[in-house]
Structure formats: structure tokens, C-alpha cells
């Protein structure tokens, strides 16, 4: 393995160029720190030196803070294991020293990357490299500096904007920021910087001191101004996190009394977070979605991806449209199929307006939408099937059409050709019945909206071969997706963990809560939207065709409730006719609607669970315990199964497949936040009043008599144990 180490090369031209190497995206490891302070002090006390490049090896200059450190603060509760950066490195050591820096940038400068680079004197960058200060996303504030010296850069307002939403901005945009003083092509990286490095030392460029900037703050008036409109962002936007106002407290305080005291604030809040539930919870996640692409038995066995040139699409509805929008958007052509020239209109105009509407919103450009949509084909037939390379199914969850569907495209594709389906629920043995091709299919399973949303659940069964999953992870990778692999069972690894959730907030209705309340309880949990708005948003038609599969594959564990069939019956259909249990009009923000009550109340009458025919009382943390610890229940089927390889993949596929609070580490971190043996309590009494939906799973059972957290997968099984499973 490559040697972690900073190195320094001293030119003729008395330019000591000092690289940080520690692949693959030159983190902040303690031993680069350390290195770092080193060849600084040799760089100083060498008379050949005049001025230093500091760059980094491999084309990046920096990731940023070592993340790894951050995981040890937290399993020891030691704070002392964050080495002080932000004053003994970049104040003492780069900004302050009697010669001057400038900061070679390539690739990327993120975090504790971006903070080394503004401490330097200047910053020649090249133009494509990504800048950012991630921390906040990460559930800490940038800690060397970052608070301090981006304001001092590019200004309040536009400081803010970067800090709060943790946005990436490339080098061309930095220069007209100001954040970037130069741009140069990677042949002339070096040459530029190590020139702009000399002319900063012989006072022929301005020697700069960022943390001691104030020009570009504004007067004190405006700067309040910003932060008071910086506050309310912060609250809107991440209201149930603490570190975002906490940056804001950082620069606040340099604002009133100078950058430096404004790093010992950083300082002191960074400390203060570290430990937080919060950050707990996204450096979790953070090394969770890393996690999900080593996968035993396809990644470790020497296989490469083959290349996927073509891929056709059949079913241009919803789920069809947008994951050829995602396709195209990446530049891999797509055929798509239909059965007739309506739905084939249909279903290319989606497609278009899917684009459009990213151009709306300016993550796309005109030019490159129309570079996108040529790569887009519609036909009504499979003759232009024989030059695919991968085929995703997307039609509706009928066994028998898919099953049709599966026997057709094995005649019409090469052999090498991958089938994947993007059923949601149905048992992939059952779709690819009728071929003899099980090893080249796979479930690929996308979430709506699929250009948007970022999981991609890769279902295989124990017949799909090792070099299709990983085609399949590739082009999934390829797509900007994160692929989580996981088993065949009914509704795989998401559908699977949270169909109790919307069965439970149903029940819940039938005991007389109000529905708009669960919603409430729900979202301030920190999902985006209750089930109930969920529903309305995804559609009945999905809810009331999973619904059987649910019943059948999990007897005695599924609840029934009529409501959504009464809605249907009473005309509403959800967000799709604009009625549903909110009203949706364009241009507004969903309104609850009170006439649905009668509905409800019907719906209560047919299913009389009241006790006694009176409405439960029960508290708002109850709500949510009665919603959330049957989901945490079927997770731990799903890991006692197998379906998933590791905990920590279902934690990701509930943060990116169901919009799970990501700063709650996800479903099964959650659940041991929350305790095995609390969950197991709630759940038996549930069980004894309301019967078996919310019978513990001996999974749970286990964990929570032994006292282990659910995320452990492994504990010796007694036999006992096995057969009840
Ligand atoms: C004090 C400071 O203010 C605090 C900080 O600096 S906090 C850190 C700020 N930096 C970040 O948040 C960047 C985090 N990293 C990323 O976003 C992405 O890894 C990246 C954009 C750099 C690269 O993405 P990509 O090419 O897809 O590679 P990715 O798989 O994510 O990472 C490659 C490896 O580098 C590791 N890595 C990436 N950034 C790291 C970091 N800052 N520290 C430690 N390891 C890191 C990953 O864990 C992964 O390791 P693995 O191969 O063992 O799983």
C-alpha cells in the first residue's frame, strides 16, 4: 500500500513544492498533519526557499479531515484525538510564516482541503476542480478555518449560501467569487503557481492574510442583515439539526470581534458537536454508502464490469420514463419500447419534460439537454433489441405480463444481454419463470422519481451470477445512484422493511388519532412528508397492488384497512386528480382536507378496533413508537434473513429509498439509539392489546433479552432460535 507522507521538492527557482500523498483523495491523516509541520519547518529554515506550492499527489489536492479521526472521537468519547489544526497548522504554521504559500489545486478542495488552501497567501486552481466545505453535511462545522476566512473571501452572502447547503462549486466559479485568484490547465498548474509563489514573495503580487481580511464584509449593519436571513434559512432548511446555526454563532462572532476570535469559537462549537447524536448519525451514514460497494463474493473475486453501451427500457409510464431520463442524462443511449404510438408519445414526452424541468430549475443546460435527447429512441417492437446490452422492465406488477415479457426478450437479445426488472415487490424467480436465463436476471430497483431519487435496490437471487450484479452496480454508479445489493424476497430490502409503516399509521386511524396529526408527528421526526401525503404523492393504484402481495407473503403479521379503497370509491386518487387527503393545486402547498373525515369515519365503523368504541389517547412520541418499531421489526426479519449483507446497507437504503432522517444514522442505527430492549417492550404490549402485527420477531427478541445492539448480525443461533425464524 502507498506510503501516507508529505513530501517536499525545492526547485531552482527556490520554489519548495510540498505534496500531500494519502490515497486515494490525500485526507488529513494525523500523519499528514504531522508531515505537513514538518516540511514547513524545513521549508523555513532553509535558505534555498523563498516561497512554497503546497499541492496534492494523484491529481487532487485535498478530501479534506481525515473522517476516520471524527469515527475514533466518537467510539472513545476523547476529544483529544483532534489534533488542533486550525491555529497550530494553518494560522501558525502556513498563514503566519515569513514566507509566503500558494495552494495548486486540482480535482478537489474539500473541507479541511479547502481551509489549508485559503490559509495559503493565494490559489491557483485548475478549472474543473470541485470546492466545497462539506462539514455541515457531515454534521460539524468546518473546523480549520473555513468560518473565518470564506466570508473573508467571497463575501457574507454568498459564505453562507456555500456553508449552509454544503454546495460544491468548481474553480471557475470560485475565481469570480474571489475565492480563487488564478486558473491554469493542469500542464501549467504547477509552473502558474510556483510563479504567483515568488512574485508574492519578491511584493510583486500582494502577500494576503485571509483571516485578516475585511473588505469584503460589508458594514456591520449588513453583515447582521445576512446572518439574521442566514438564521432563518437555517431553521427552514435543517430544523432539526444543531449545526447550522452553530457555523453561523462561528462567524458571527468573527464578525464582531475578528477572525481570530471567531477560530476559537469555530473551535469550541466544533467540540461541542462532535459527540451530538447528530453527527453520530451522518459520519454513520457516511461510512455506510462507502460500505455498500464491497459486496463479498463480487467485488473481492477479480471480475471487471463490462461495459454497457445500450440500454432499452420497456414501459414508458412513471418508474420507465425517469429511469431512462437518468440513463440518458449520463450519456448512455436508451432504447424505449411501448406498445403502442400513444403511450410511446407519452412516454418520450415525459422523458422531455423530466429534462425540461431540471432546466427549470438550472441543474441542466439547454445545450446539453439537446446533446441528451438524441440518445433517446422510441420503437414498438424488439427488432432493434438484438444490439442491447442490458433491458429494464418497467411495466405494471403483473406476474403474467412480466413473465411474457421475460420469455419474449430472451429470444430477441444477445446472450450476453442483462434482465433486469424494476418490480418493486414481486419475487424475481416468479417474473424470470418462463426463461432459462435466471443468471442474467436481476431486479433493479429504481425509487420515483428515478432521475431523482438516489438508491438503486439491486435485488439477486441466489441464481443471478456475480458478473451481472456488478455490471449492474457500475451502471448504476454510472448513473449517480447508489446500488445497495440485496436478496429476493417480497419488496426486497425497502418496500419490505416499511410496509408496516403505512399498515401501522392506518391502524392508528382506525383507533381514532387524526390522520393530519400522524403526518405532523411523522414530519417532525424529520421524514419529509407523513405516510399519509406519502400515499398521495406515490399513488393509490401502487398501494392497493402491493397490498395483496404483503398479505400473502407475510400472513398474520399484515393489517387490513379499507381506507384507501373508500377513497378511490369516493373519487379521490391522490395527488394524480389533485384529491386526495390533501387538496393539490398548482402552484400551492398541499392543503389537508377536512371532507375526507366522513371518509375516515366510515372507514373506522368498518373496521370497529376502538376499545370500548372510544378513540386512544396517545401521546406524540407514542404515535411515532407505534409507527416506527413495527418498521424496526421487519427490519430485523430482513437481517435475520440475510436479505441485506450488513446492517449498516439498510440504514442506507431507508436514508435514500424512504427519505429516512439521514442525521438519524438510519432505521437500524436509530433503532439501537433508541434500545433493543425498549423497542421489544413497546412491541409485546402492542401485541397483547392489538394482536400479532406487532409481535416481536425473535431476532428482536434475542437482541433485546442479551442486551446487543440489532445492528450486530451475528450471535450464535440456538436451534431454537433457527426454526422459529
Ligand atoms: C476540520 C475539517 O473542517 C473537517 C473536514 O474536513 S470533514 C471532511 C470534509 N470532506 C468531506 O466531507 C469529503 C468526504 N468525501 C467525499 O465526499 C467523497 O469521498 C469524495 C468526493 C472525496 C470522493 O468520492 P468518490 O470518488 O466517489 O470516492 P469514495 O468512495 O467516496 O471515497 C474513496 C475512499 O476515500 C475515503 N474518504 C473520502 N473522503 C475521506 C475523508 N475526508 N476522510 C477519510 N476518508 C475519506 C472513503 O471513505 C473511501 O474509502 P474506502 O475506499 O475505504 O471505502
Not at 508574492?200 to 485578516?212: C, G
Request: aromatic fraction near 6%; include cysteine; charged fraction near 20%.
Amino acid at each position: 500500500m502507498a506510503a501516507v507522507r508529505v513530501t517536499m521538492d525545492v526547485g531552482s527557482d527556490a520554489v519548495a513544492v510540498i505534496t500531500i500523498r494519502n490515497p486515494p483523495v490525500n485526507a488529513l491523516a494525523l500523519p499528514i498533519v504531522t508531515g505537513l509541520k514538518e516540511k514547513y519547518a524545513e521549508a523555513m529554515s532553509r535558505s534555498d526557499v523563498k516561497a512554497i506550492v503546497l499541492t496534492g499527489e494523484g491529481g487532487k489536492f485535498c478530501g479534506g479531515f481525515d473522517i476516520n479521526i471524527f469515527a475514533a472521537v466518537q467510539n472513545t468519547g476523547d476529544l483529544s484525538l483532534l489534533p488542533n489544526t486550525s491555529v497550530e497548522l494553518v494560522v501558525n504554521v502556513i498563514e503566519d510564516a515569513p514566507k509566503p504559500s500558494v495552494a495548486a489545486i486540482q480535482g478537489l478542495a474539500l473541507g479541511g482541503g479547502l481551509e489549508l488552501a485559503m490559509g495559503c497567501h493565494a490559489r491557483v486552481s485548475t478549472p474543473e476542480a470541485q470546492l466545497a466545505l462539506p462539514e455541515l453535511a457531515l454534521g460539524v462545522v468546518p473546523g480549520m478555518g473555513g468560518t473565518q476566512r470564506l466570508p473573508r473571501l467571497v463575501g457574507l452572502p454568498t459564505a453562507i449560501e456555500i456553508l449552509l447547503l454544503s454546495k460544491s462549486i468548481i474553480a471557475k466559479e470560485g475565481k469570480e467569487y474571489g475565492l480563487v485568484d488564478a486558473i491554469a490547465s493542469p500542464e501549467d498548474l504547477l509552473k502558474t503557481s510556483r510563479m504567483w509563489a515568488l512574485e508574492i514573495a519578491e511584493q510583486r503580487k500582494p502577500w494576503i492574510i485571509s483571516l485578516r481580511r475585511t473588505d469584503r464584509l460589508g458594514s456591520l449593519s449588513e453583515a447582521f442583515e445576512t446572518l439574521k436571513a442566514g438564521r432563518q434559512q437555517a431553521k427552514r432548511i435543517a430544523p432539526n439539526v444543531p449545526q447550522h446555526q452553530a457555523c453561523l454563532d462561528a462567524i458571527e462572532e468573527g464578525i464582531n470581534f475578528g477572525g481570530y476570535a471567531g477560530l476559537l469559537k469555530e473551535a469550541k462549537v466544533s467540540k461541542e458537536l462532535m459527540c451530538s447524536s447528530t453527527t453520530k448519525g451522518l459520519i454513520h451514514v457516511f461510512f455506510a454508502q462507502r460500505a455498500t460497494s464491497k459486496v463479498p463474493n463480487v467485488t473481492d473475486v477479480g471480475i471487471r464490469p463490462r461495459k454497457i453501451k445500450r440500454v432499452a427500457i420497456i414501459g414508458g409510464g412513471l418508474m420507465g420514463s425517469g429511469i431512462a431520463t437518468a440513463l440518458i442524462l449520463n450519456n448512455t443511449p436508451v432504447i424505449l419500447k411501448e406498445i403502442d404510438s400513444n403511450l410511446l408519445q407519452k412516454g418520450l414526452k415525459t422523458i422531455e419534460a423530466n429534462l425540461q424541468s431540471l432546466v427549470k430549475k438550472g441543474s441542466l443546460t439547454i445545450e446539453k439537454m439537446n446533446k441528451t435527447l438524441p440518445l433517446l429512441t422510441g420503437v414498438l417492437d424488439y427488432s432493434e433489441f438484438k444490439n442491447v446490452d442490458m433491458v429494464i422492465e418497467a411495466v405494471v406488477e403483473k406476474v403474467s405480463l412480466k413473465q411474457s415479457i421475460f420469455a419474449d426478450i430472451e429470444k430477441a437479445c444477445p446472450p450476453h444481454c442483462i434482465f433486469a426488472t424494476n418490480t418493486s415487490t414481486i419475487d424475481l424467480r416468479i417474473v424470470g419463470e418462463k426463461t432459462h436465463s435466471q443468471g442474467r436476471i436481476i431486479g433493479a430497483h429504481f425509487f420515483s422519481p428515478a432521475h431523482v431519487m438516489p438508491l438503486l435496490e439491486i435485488v439477486r437471487t441466489d441464481k443471478t451470477s456475480p458478473q451481472v450484479i456488478l455490471d449492474l452496480m457500475t451502471v448504476g454508479k454510472t448513473i449517480k445512484k447508489v446500488p445497495v445489493v440485496v436478496g429476493n424476497c417480497t419488496g426486497f430490502a425497502v418496500n419490505r422493511t416499511f410496509f408496516p409503516y403505512t399498515q401501522a399509521a392506518q391502524f392508528l386511524v382506525n383507533l381514532g388519532v387524526d390522520l393530519f396529526r400522524i403526518d405532523r408527528v411523522v414530519s417532525s421526526f424529520g421524514m419529509p412528508m407523513g405516510p399519509f401525503q406519502l400515499q398521495d404523492v406515490s399513488g393509490y393504484e401502487v398501494a392497493l397492488a402491493v397490498k395483496d402481495f404483503f398479505a400473502s407473503s407475510f400472513r398474520g403479521r399484515t393489517l387490513e384497512s379499507e381506507l384507501v379503497g373508500l377513497m378511490v370509491k369516493h373519487g379521490r386518487n391522490g395527488k394524480n386528480n389533485g384529491k386526495g387527503y390533501y387538496i393539490y393545486e398548482k402552484g400551492q402547498k398541499p392543503k389537508p382536507d377536512s371532507s375526507v373525515q366522513p371518509i375516515i369515519e366510515e372507514c373506522r365503523r368498518r373496521a370497529n378496533v376502538m376499545p370500548g368504541g372510544k378513540p386512544v389517547t396517545l401521546s406524540d412520541q407514542e404515535v411515532l413508537e407505534m409507527i416506527f418499531f413495527p418498521v424496526v421489526n421487519e427490519a430485523c426479519r430482513v437481517l435475520a434473513e440475510g436479505v441485506v449483507i450488513q446492517a449498516s446497507d439498510l440504514d442506507i437504503a431507508s436514508v435514500l429509498g424512504m427519505s429516512f432522517p439521514k442525521y438519524r444514522g438510519g432505521i437500524v442505527y436509530w433503532a439501537d439509539s433508541v434500545g433493543s430492549s425498549y423497542i421489544y417492550e413497546k412491541l409485546n404490549k402492542w401485541t397483547e392489546l392489538y394482536g400479532n402485527f406487532f409481535k416481536p420477531s425473535p431476532y428482536l427478541e434475542e437482541r433485546a433479552i442479551k442486551g446487543l445492539p440489532l445492528s450486530m448480525l451475528r450471535v450464535a443461533e440456538s436451534p431454537q432460535m433457527k426454526a422459529r425464524m
